[in-house]
């Protein structure tokens, strides 16, 4: 079942308590999928994931404890990069050399 924006906003104004708050939250998710699904050029870094996961959990922060270096991260960009024009999936390589980020443990 898909509902329109308009029935979200007229169950957001429910009476019924749980109708309302399951309402509001769906189109809070809504909201959010949205701003990620308009982003274009830079903004389409893997990174900005992060903001969506942030709508299912705002405490949570990027899960990996290292980057791969500059350049190797950068290639492997590239790498995706031509994935995603050719149509040939993307398999991504282990990092030969890791940055910690400041802060994470392993």
């Given at each position: 079942m898909t509902l329109a924006d308009a029935e979200l906003d007229r169950l957001c104004s429910s009476s019924d308590e749980t109708i309302s708050a399951l309402a509001t939250e769906v189109k809070r998710l809504r909201l959010g999928i949205r701003e990620h699904?308009?982003?274009?050029g830079h903004s389409l870094c893997w990174l900005n994931d992060l903001d969506l996961?942030?709508?299912l959990d705002a405490?949570?922060?990027?899960?990996?404890?290292t980057l791969p270096v500059g350049d190797e991260f950068f290639a492997q960009c590239r790498r995706y990069y031509d994935s995603r024009l050719t149509g040939v999936e993307y398999?991504?390589?282990?990092p030969k050399t890791t940055i910690r980020l400041k802060g994470k443990t392993p």
């Open positions: 699904q308009r982003q274009t996961w942030r709508l405490t949570v922060e990027y899960p990996h404890a398999e991504e390589p282990e």
